[in-house]
Antibody
Framework: QVQLVQSGAEVKKPGASVKVSCKAS????????ISWVRQAPGQGLEWMGW????????NYAQKLQGRVTMTTDTSTSTAYMELRSLRSDDTAVYYC????????????WGQGTLVTVSS | NFMLTQPHSVSESPGKTVTISCTGS????????VQWYQQRPGSAPTTVIY?????PSGVPDRFSGSIDSSSNSASLTISGLKTEDEADYYC??????????FGGGTKLTVL
């Protein structure tokens, strides 16, 4: 079955960077894109951006431009999201999700990775 | 900036029907497909409606989606409510720059 498995929880200090992985299985990785979505504690879903696993093209949310980088490793069917210059308000659960076309719907989702930014 | 607005919360009794709205801030909501996601506490979201009105396999036909261009809104309707439907529901679409946009989420209480 199609599955996305994310890396484990992280605790980082303000100003540090975090890199979350998302390993895909059960489908042809390069035929779909991957989107990243985050959810701060008690808050709603926030779209962060997407990456095409076919050609590496990316599209990032404006508020994260310059701090986020999304990449893929097609040899291991893994997507990565790196967020730099972490602040306390980056504390959130980070999800990856496969992008279905043509609507761009997100399915399935990874289990989520909690990133805590604290001094 | 394109935004999607949802009611903060709705509640209804088991067996009844509830409709959750999702209103677009500008342009035509029909320009891009709308999806609906269900999120139970402590779990990742799952899709209940994609491409305005399509149900993924495994989602019961009690869930339906629609678009109303006159009010620039999308709706998720859940009929024959069950206690297991109690969750947060998010609508999602894209703006003109192909950036994803989520509604603020609606907490459904089945009491």
């Amino acid at each position: 079955q199609v599955q996305l498995v994310q890396s484990g929880a992280e605790v980082k200090k303000p100003g540090a960077s975090v890199k979350v992985s998302c390993k895909a299985s059960g489908y042809t990785f390069t035929s779909y894109g991957i989107s990243w979505v985050r959810q701060a504690p008690g808050q709603g879903l926030e779209w962060m951006g997407w990456i095409s696993a076919y050609n590496g093209n990316t599209n990032y949310a404006q508020k994260l431009q310059g701090r986020v980088t999304m990449t893929t490793d097609t040899s291991t069917s893994t997507a990565y999201m790196e967020l730099r210059s972490l602040r306390s308000d980056d504390t959130a659960v980070y999800y990856c999700a496969r992008i279905g076309w043509p609507s761009g719907w997100f399915d399935p989702w990874g289990q989520g990775t909690l990133v805590t930014v604290s001094s | 900036n394109f935004m999607l607005t949802q009611p903060h919360s709705v509640s209804e009794s088991p067996g009844k029907t509830v409709t959750i709205s999702c209103t677009g801030s500008s342009g035509s909501i029909a320009s891009n497909y709308v999806q609906w996601y269900q999120q139970r506490p402590g779990s990742a979201p799952t899709t209940v409606i994609y491409e305005d009105n399509q149900r993924p396999s495994g989602v019961p036909d009690r869930f339906s989606g629609s678009i109303d261009s006159s009010s620039n809104s999308a709706s998720l309707t859940i009929s024959g409510l069950k206690t297991e439907d109690e969750a947060d529901y998010y609508c999602q679409s894209y703006d003109s720059s192909n950036h994803g946009v989520f509604g603020g989420g609606t907490k459904l209480t089945v009491l």
